[in-house]
């Protein structure tokens, strides 16, 4: 793994260190998005066998929405 990233010219120390960051922010991300689903589910009081819609919604939301300083929501730059 070292010759390739010789080759590459890229020092694995700042490849590990991205990894770890993008790790935490997806985490973070999921976290979130299973805090919004107990908070749906409680707040309509539903029984926990919807989970998995509840989770499902709360990221259908959050691709719908628009980021708060951005024009443009993440559906629809996936759908240019």
């Not at 922010?25 to 926990?48: H, S, Y």
């Not at 959050?62 to 708060?68: E, T």
Request: glycine letters at 4%.
């Amino acid at each position: 793994i070292h010759e390739l990233f010789a080759d590459q010219g890229n020092p694995k120390g700042v490849l590990l260190q991205r990894h770890v960051v993008v790790e935490c922010v997806a985490k973070r991300q999921n976290w979130t998005m299973v805090i919004v689903a107990k908070a749906m589910l409680e707040e309509k009081i539903m029984p926990k066998i919807y989970w998995a819609e509840a989770i499902r919604m709360a990221i259908y939301i959050q691709n719908r929405i628009s980021a708060p300083g951005g024009k443009v929501s993440p559906n629809e730059l996936f759908l240019r």
